[in-house]
């Protein structure tokens, strides 16, 4: 509490006690000095107050009788009584002191009559009367105690908001209508962003979510509710987490001046939600791959649930479906209907679980084998309230199964089959070889000479060796293939050479049924990886098999070119086409279409290539429709 005197002491020098030694006039005052709201007052060179306006009176307590006359300190707290006579002493020395400050008041606080704290703000000046020597000192002052209560009132409150914001839990912020960030509480760092202050959110989100964003801030512009959304943000180290965001207008005047945010981080609910999510999609797909589905029969309803499973494994639409255990039989295949319903029934007399398998007859008619597995459960009281389980449609494991076994059918067949050819092929090389000479022997007439017509045997006896002696060898390349002894002799040698050489081989052949045979082939040679022989066998093959499907006038066409690091030959001609159902069967052992039944042969030679051209590392196949004539190609690593 400051100390203010009782009585205040007599004057000495400016005249008697509360009366003005100079008059308002005197020292160059008019009616203003008595009307103005500030308390003005003015001192001599000695520091003693010689002015004091009403207003004066009014903020201080002290009436001008009582204030005139008085050292100039009367309104000055103890505390500030040093510095006061200091700064006196240099006015009076010819300074104006550290009160007098011409650019801003002076704010301190002041002391009533009545020993009371006041907040005032201070202008001082100094001055010379017009008809009064002597400098004076002018001091107009004005209570801000009110505004100085409200301005510590407000920092407290500031303080104690800025507190809140620090120590609050999540991440709080404020942003202007832009979206720069003006503040942000020390979370924003610990959780590991960068300097956000002065940065844009925008800056911190993935660019897929921007959109999103901008979305929000127009949304908030043009309404007063709050918008909360879910976004990702990036941190300093390039690491993504995920946060709840509500973003609040601050308005002035109904303008948005400003967005408080605040952010709650959401990563770990989230990332579980989408794995939970990513589970159930992976069940789902699960179950779809697998055909599993869910069912279950509300016993005191009679009414059965199934999955969308379900619906897919016996071909209905939800409508379609009578909901009842009698509708569920009638799905059921006739002949298994009973059986199912002796199994169901005595599952929920005793309440056990059950396994069945069963077949089902979909609406179009399509007969499918699911296996079915179900548990019963029952209430407080031992009594049968449902039954559940899951139901695998088996249909095309099943189909697998028959298929593995009818492979292995097949297998044991083609060994066998291997068996005999090896068997066959080598007892029929010395008959063959016996014959061939004996042909060789007559056409050389040893035995004498021959007739035009014995010649003409005679050349069918050899061209029936031949072809005899190629089935034989073909027959022994299959036996060396299952052996595992069938070889290569691979070196670099030029495709194109090859080809010629084939096509000039097959040119009588095509002559003879009026065949055009063309060769379109590069300048420059084709230099690929092969076994010469083997690939001459090959391309004899698809030669000889063009000429002998092609109709009379058509044509044929060989042609090679490099493609890559690879060589592709293709094998062209103008005959009937083969269905595209059929193209498998074409590089099977001893499998043959009807036409190639017709015309002869073994079903051997495109199987045999087939093996040639992937053991060189390459590719072989067709391409034809009925009508379209055929082109066979294959492929083969360039040198």
Known sequence: MYEAPAEPPERTAGGVRGQAPYTPEELGFGALFERTADAVMVCDDEGRIVLWNPAAERMFGWRAAEALGQPSELVIPPRERPRHSEGLAGWQAGGEGPYVDRDRPLALTAVTKAGNPLEIEMSLSTFEA????????????????ERVRLERELRAAETRWRSWLEHAPDLVGMLDPDGTVRFANYQVSAIGFADVVGTNVIE??????????????????????????????????????????????????????????TALDVTESHDSLIALQDAADRMAVAARLVRLGTWEWRVDEDRVVWSPEMYAIYGLRPEEFDQTLEGFLERTHPDDRERVRAILGGALRERIPFELDKRIVRPDG?????????????????????????????????????????????????R?????????????????????????????????????????????????????????????????????TFRLQIDDADLGAKIREVAEAQAAAAAENHLTLRVELPDEPLPVRMDTRRIAQVLDELVANAVRFTPKGGQIQVQAQRDGDWVRCEVRDSGVGIDPADHP????????LAEGLNRGGTGLGLALCKTIIETHGGRIGVESRPGEGCRFWFTLPAA
Not at 389 to 414: I, N, S, V, Y
Not at 418 to 441: C, K, N, Q, W
Not at 585 to 592: G, I, N
């Open 366 to 414: 399509e007969v499918r084998y699911l296996h079915t597995v179900g548990d019963v459960a029952v209430d407080a009281r031992g009594q049968p309230t449902r039954m559940q389980g899951f139901c695998q449609d088996m249909t095309e494991m099943r189909r697998a199964a028959d298929r593995k076994a009818e492979d292995h059918k097949q297998r044991e067949l083609d």
């Open 130 to 145: 017009p008809r009064v020597p002597g400098r004076f000192l002018l001091a107009i002052v004005r209570d801000v105690s």
């Open 204 to 261: 911190h989100l993935p660019s897929a979510y921007h959109g999103r964003w901008n979305d929000a801030l127009a949304k908030l512009a043009g309404a007063d509710e709050p918008i909360r959304l879910e976004l990702p943000a990036c941190l300093a180290d390039g690491r993504q987490r995920w946060f709840l965001v509500n973003l609040g207008a601050i308005r002035e005047n109904g303008r948005l001046t400003g967005i408080l945010i």
């Open 416 to 484: 066998l089959k291997g068996d005999l050819i090896s068997a066959v092929s080598h007892e029929m090389r010395t008959p063959l070889t016996a014959v061939r000479a004996y042909a060789e022997f007559l056409e050389d007439e040893i035995g004498g000479p021959l007739s035009s017509d014995q010649r003409t045997f005679v050349a069918e006896l050899q061209r029936g060796a031949r072809r005899l002696e190629m089935l034989i060898d073909d027959l022994l390349d299959f036996a060396r293939i299952d052996a595992g």
């Open 585 to 592: 069967k074409l590089f099977r052992r001893f499998s043959q």
